[in-house]
């Protein structure tokens, strides 16, 4: 039987990768000049819109409003307009779903600034 005998000392741990390239050591992320004072906190919420007007407060120009709507042919009624012409109506019965109101996409806009709020697709 042979005992452990220690023969050199167990080797130091390797250098990091700053001592091996060198450089510049890191400093503070940010130093201000001038102390940052808070503003006021905007708390706003995301109102899901619908087919009809919301009432909502404006994220662009924070006044309270009712949204205008204006509706225009969505997916579905290009979809259908096409398969209808691909059936052979082509004659002016295409364009039927264009005109059902549960074809439209309604877009929203703000009546104040007349900003895009978004849009609802059927």
């Not at 023969?7 to 000049?33: C, D, F, N, Q, R």
């Not at 102390?35 to 899901?48: C, D, K």
């Not at 005109?99 to 009546?111: L, T, W, Y």
Request: glycine share 8%; hydrophobic share 35%; net charge neutral.
């Amino acid at each position: 039987m042979s005992k452990y005998e220690p023969s050199a000392p167990p080797p130091a741990a390797p250098p990091s990768y700053s001592e091996v390239m060198g450089g510049v050591p890191p400093s503070a992320p940010l130093t201000a000049a001038q102390p940052i004072t808070p503003g006021p906190t905007i708390v706003t919420t995301v109102v899901p819109l619908g087919p009809r007007a919301t009432h909502m407060v404006c994220p662009h120009c924070y006044a309270e409003i009712e949204t205008s709507t204006k509706t225009t042919p969505g997916l579905i009624a290009y979809i259908s307009g096409t398969v209808i012409a691909l059936l052979g109506c082509f004659w002016g019965c295409c364009l039927i779903p264009c005109c059902v109101e549960s074809c439209m996409d309604v877009h929203h806009n703000c009546p104040n600034c007349k900003a895009f709020l978004g849009r609802y697709r059927r």
